[in-house]
């Protein structure tokens, strides 16, 4: 076997050990985009970036003066299709946007590809350690750092017994969080008056906390607490 296709082997290999390990961590979390997508995109960004590396291979005869492709237009071309494939695993469930770090790994799993299929082999090393280390330890220090939780929050009454706002707003505030962008509708023909507002808290409990109150609230009619996040 010529040295050629050993160096093919091997960057074909690196992309699918870089992009299977990335492709791991996403499936383990069960996210859409997980091991098969992952690596297929780092081996398709690494054989594309083949193609410049060895051009006098497909295209036999031709001398290699005539015809030359440039290497930075290939990889700025991948890196502009990938973005559909990112497109694809953003999605919106009710006011919540999810699939963002899936669809910003593949962005970067199609670079380690790139630099595999040109032989950068310590970048792409440090590349794909640096993508595991954000996907698996920033969770844990996110889950470890104090942050604020944010949900959508919508109650709906009887238009005649409504819960005036004040006395919601004091409902909501006991159970550990502070309310923006309140909003009204009258729903139902005018039968029904509901409220809806952007909740804030420190501990994601007091969603349950708050969801039991209002289930035990004669007066509310229908609730819906959607947190917002990833």
């Given at each position: 076997m010529s040295e050629t296709y050993l160096t093919v082997i091997l960057h074909l290999v690196g992309a699918a050990v870089a992009g299977g390990s990335i492709g791991l961590e996403r499936s383990f979390h069960g996210r859409p985009a997980g091991f098969r997508t992952h690596t297929l995109v780092c081996i398709a960004s690494s054989m594309l970036m083949l193609v410049t590396l060895y051009q006098w291979q497909w295209l036999p005869g031709v001398p290699l003066e005539t015809v030359r492709?440039?290497?930075?237009?290939?990889?700025?071309g991948i890196m502009t299709g990938i973005g559909f494939l990112g497109a694809g695993v953003i999605f919106k469930?009710?006011?919540?946007?999810?699939?963002?770090?899936?669809?910003?790994?593949?962005w970067a799993t199609a670079a380690i590809g790139i630099l595999t299929g040109v032989g950068f082999y310590f970048a792409a090393i440090l590349a794909t350690l640096a993508v595991l280390g954000i996907l698996s330890v920033f969770r844990w220090i996110e889950h470890a750092m104090p942050s604020q939780f944010y949900a959508h929050h919508h109650v709906r009454f009887a238009r005649e017994t409504a819960m005036p706002e004040q006395e919601l707003r004091q409902l909501i505030a006991s159970h550990g969080f502070s309310i923006a962008n309140?909003?009204?509708?009258?729903?139902?023909?005018?039968?029904f008056f509901e409220y809806g507002m952007v909740i804030r808290t420190t501990s994601p409990d007091?969603?349950?906390?708050?969801?039991?109150?209002?289930?035990?609230?004669?007066?509310?009619?229908?609730?819906?607490i959607s947190p917002a996040g990833d």
């Open positions: 492709t440039d290497p930075t237009r290939m990889a700025q469930e009710g006011l919540t946007v999810r699939g963002l770090t899936t669809a910003a790994s593949i309140m909003n009204y509708r009258l729903a139902g023909d005018g039968k007091n969603m349950g906390r708050l969801a039991e109150t209002l289930r035990a609230c004669a007066p509310v009619l229908e609730f819906r």
